[in-house]
């Protein structure tokens, strides 16, 4: 199906786990976003990504990694999940060019226990 | 840094009533903005955005907003709502350098009573 897709919707993970959330994307869009949403926050930026192989930093980039070696996949990483990560994830695209909208995922609900 | 502020953080209205949901942003340098709507265990979708030209935008579902620059508002309306209406708004910009990135408020419950 085309669109934005993020796996897994649901996780529970524990203290200290590594875990990846995916995000994948059919319309070859060059741009890419990872947000969290908490309440009270709204959506903020945790890193983003221009194309294949450029990634920067959004507002609360720290405890994440993340990499686009191809256009179409975004993978986020906690390398060791802590409870403050608790959190709905969001991925989103856009064609970029400056006048195009984000295009949200369904989002992943992480709980870190 | 980018600062988007939806005033009321939730707004109940009756079913058929008017609704305005409040946007401001602070930017030196020109802004696109966008409203997003957020429903229960689900993504945002797009409501509506303004790039340039008119101030009066309309988008889906019977929403409008208006751009207002010496403001630095941009305000969302429907004149009648609908149950069907009640989910969360977001109100989100990308500024004039860097407009492949997009900064959003805290969000609007709006929450439609029959």
């Known amino acids: 199906d085309a669109g934005i897709t993020q796996s897994p919707r649901y996780k529970i993970t524990e203290t200290g786990r590594q875990v990846t959330l995916m995000c994948h994307q059919t319309?070859?869009?060059?741009?890419m976003f990872w947000y969290r949403q908490d309440l009270g926050h709204g959506l903020r930026l945790i890193y983003y990504?221009?194309?294949?192989?450029?990634?920067d930093k959004g507002e609360v980039p720290d405890g994440y990694v993340v990499s686009r070696s191809k256009t179409e996949n975004f993978p986020l990483t906690l390398e060791s999940a802590t409870r403050s990560q608790t959190s709905v994830y969001f991925c989103?695209?856009?064609?970029?060019?400056?006048?195009?909208?984000?295009?949200f995922g369904q989002g992943t609900r992480l709980t870190v226990v | 840094a980018q600062s988007v502020t939806q005033l009321d953080s939730q707004v109940p209205v009756f079913e058929e009533a008017p609704v305005e949901l409040r946007c401001n942003y602070s930017?030196?340098?020109?802004?696109?903005l966008f409203w997003y709507v957020q429903y229960p265990n689900q993504g945002l979708q797009l409501l509506l955005k303004?790039?340039?030209?008119?101030?009066l935008v309309k988008g889906i579902n019977g929403f409008e907003a208006e751009f207002n620059k010496s403001q630095t508002s941009f305000h969302l309306r429907k004149p009648s709502v609908h149950i069907s209406d009640t989910a969360e708004y977001f109100c989100?910009?990308?500024?004039?350098?860097?407009?492949?990135?997009?900064?959003f408020g805290s969000g609007t419950k709006l929450n439609v009573k029959p």
């Open positions: 989103a695209s856009s064609p970029g060019g400056g006048v195009s909208e984000a295009f």
């Open positions: 303004y790039l340039s030209g008119s101030t």
């Open positions: 989100a910009v990308s500024r004039g350098y860097n407009f492949n990135k997009f900064y």
């Open positions: 319309w070859s869009h060059s741009y």
């Open positions: 930017s030196s340098v020109s802004v696109y």
């Open positions: 990504s221009a194309a294949a192989d450029i990634t």
